[in-house]
């Protein structure tokens, strides 16, 4: 499967990007020189890692009729000393109260199958083209 998403500038330092009838838009902080009117493109980066992670937690419990209700996932990212540069996150997953205890390590492996933390620690080719 691939697929491609369009990426328009509707002014300032706002990008959005477009893809099926999903437009997601980006915006930078103030002290960047935006308007801080919606997350930068890194902080997205940040969200979809979390949001990823989610989906693995929920989709495991819902394939196997597990309560849900208080499931929650707070993912923090840790800076190093390198502008902008993080080296290390934590995902903290909060289990519901009735959780069964004896699928604790087989969510925690779930989560870890995130497809977008997948893709940060393999060879990905990634090319720039002037077209």
Do not use: W
Request: proline residues 6%.
């Amino acid at each position: 499967m691939s697929f491609s998403i369009d990426v328009s500038f509707p002014g300032g330092k706002k990008v959005d990007g477009h893809y099926n009838n999903f437009t997601v838009h980006t915006d930078q902080p103030k002290e960047s020189g935006g308007n801080n009117t919606a997350p930068s493109p890194f902080e997205l980066f940040f969200v979809s890692l979390a949001t990823c992670a989610g989906f693995y937690a929920l989709e495991f419990c819902q394939s196997r009729s597990l309560p849900t209700k208080g499931l929650t996932v707070n993912l923090k990212a840790e800076k190093t000393d390198k502008p902008k540069l993080y080296d290390a996150i934590t995902v903290d997953l909060t289990l519901p109260k009735d959780f069964p205890q004896k699928y604790e390590n087989a969510i925690k492996r779930s989560v870890d199958l995130c497809t977008v933390k997948r893709h940060i620690f393999s060879e990905l080719n990634f090319d720039i083209k002037i077209v």
